[in-house]
Nanobody, 123 residues
Framework: QVQLVESGGGLVQAGGSLRLSCAAS???????????MAWYRQTPGKQRELVAA???????NYGDSVKGRFTASTDNAKNTVYLQMNSLKPEDTAVYYC??????????????WGQGTQVTVSS
């Protein structure tokens, strides 16, 4: 059974920084690596918005509202993905979700969602 656990959210003042983490865990040796990943965010009454995406072919795409401020990265050795958020603005306030496509040692790759973590930016 695979689990994705997010951490790093919280309350920060405008202009501050946070780093979100999303760690995958499963039975020992069952995860071979990360094929692709993405970060989304959602506020009440709105659709989930793509923040950053790192597809299987490489490279990273960012939403227009976060370009130049957010950086997504992966650590295959730790089966963990990150979202570094700098120069935060009140409009960045949302629940942030990771989505990770894991390469499994036994069976096909599969995508999993994190549980979400709240980020609140005060003005």
């Amino acid at each position: 059974q695979v689990q994705l656990v997010e951490s790093g959210g919280g309350l920060v003042q405008a202009g501050g920084s946070l780093r979100l983490s999303c760690a995958a865990s499963a039975a020992s040796g069952s995860i071979s690596g990360i094929n692709a990943m993405a970060w989304y965010r959602q506020t009440p009454g709105k659709q989930r918005e793509l923040v950053a995406a790192m597809p299987d072919g490489g490279g990273t795409n960012y939403g227009d509202s976060v370009k130049g401020r957010f950086t997504a990265s992966t650590d295959n050795a730790k089966n963990t993905v990150y979202l570094q958020m700098n120069s935060l603005k009140p409009e960045d306030t949302a629940v942030y979700y990771c989505y990770v496509v894991l390469r499994m040692a036994y069976g096909p790759s599969f995508g999993y969602w994190g549980q979400g973590t709240q980020v609140t930016v005060s003005s």
